[in-house]
């Protein structure tokens, strides 16, 4: 496994990479969910890049970008068994003196977390747009817990025809059901316990569907009466929206997106399902 730290380096070594490059962009702190990215990487093509980069265009001024948890050596440590390059830039590398330029994807970034991370969004796919172009990737991995980027970043892929396939795979749980997430480190232990009511919330709503609930109303409604049972927990948002154009919808009659935001103290989690 060879780490690379500059864009020059990372061109030069992809421009001799045989076959097909996996890659899979990642701001570090890795845990399982990643792993099982880059695993499937690996299974799928002969060249596997990982990038470790905190982009600090997707936090916004009272967000976590200075505390958010960083651990190179471990990072490295995981990725060695199933990485052919990992590419870890410099924030300078990245957003050089005077850079102005951003790629912003409209639209399906006005719901959810983009209606209350003004910014977010614009920065998230800026980057990405970025280590497109300097990865060249062959297919890019990435999960499903983060469902209204996996749209963003499918969206801009196939309006700026970039030549990557996006690969979306499950969210990795832990055994209680909670999503696996670096910032669940940030959780004390009576609130990682009370966590898992997010799950419990969103396997709920699929209950309820599986009897017929097609009101969307009464499902973020019980939702919301569960979640509220839990003391710890603080709701942002419960969202039942159309899985393509992300506008929230009052009965379900195609691919439906059950997504939220909670807090637990300054831990915003966030976690989904489809229905359909």
């Not at 003004?118 to 990737?137: A, M, S």
Request: glycine share 6%; with cysteine; charged share 30%.
């Amino acid at each position: 496994m060879k780490v690379i730290e500059n864009i020059t380096d990372m061109r030069k070594a992809r421009k001799i990479m045989p076959g097909s490059v996996g890659f899979v962009p990642t701001m570090g702190y890795l845990h399982e969910g990643h792993i099982s990215l880059v695993k499937r990487a690996k299974d799928e093509n002969l060249t596997v890049v990982v990038s470790i980069f905190v982009n600090p265009t997707q936090f916004g001024p009272k967000e976590d970008f200075k505390s958010y948890p960083r651990d190179i050596k471990r990072d490295l440590a995981m990725l060695e068994p199933f990485t052919d390059i990992v590419f870890m830039p410099s924030d300078k590398e990245i957003y050089p003196e005077k850079y102005d330029t951003w790629v912003e994807v409209k639209g399906i970034t006005d719901y959810l977390e983009g209606a209350v991370r003004p910014g977010h969004f614009r920065g998230v796919t800026t980057v990405v747009n970025k280590l497109f172009n300097i990865v060249e990737p062959t297919k890019s991995y990435f999960g499903q817990k983060d469902a209204q980027q996996v749209a963003v970043i499918k969206k801009m892929v196939a309006d700026l025809n970039m030549n990557t396939e996006v690969v979306v795979c499950p969210t990795m749980r832990e055994k209680d059901g909670l999503a696996m997430s670096s910032r669940n480190t940030y959780l004390n232990p009576e609130q990682r316990q009370g966590a898992v009511v997010l799950y419990r919330a969103l396997m709920l709503a699929k209950e309820l569907f599986a009897k017929g609930e097609r009101d969307s109303g009464v499902m973020r409604r019980e939702m919301t009466e569960l979640i509220e049972k839990e003391p710890l927990g603080n709701i942002d948002y419960i969202s039942i929206a159309d899985a393509g154009t992300l506008k929230e919808i009052h009965r379900i009659k195609t691919l439906a997106l059950v997504s939220m935001a909670v807090k637990f103290g300054k831990t915003r989690l966030i976690d989904n399902i489809m229905l359909e």
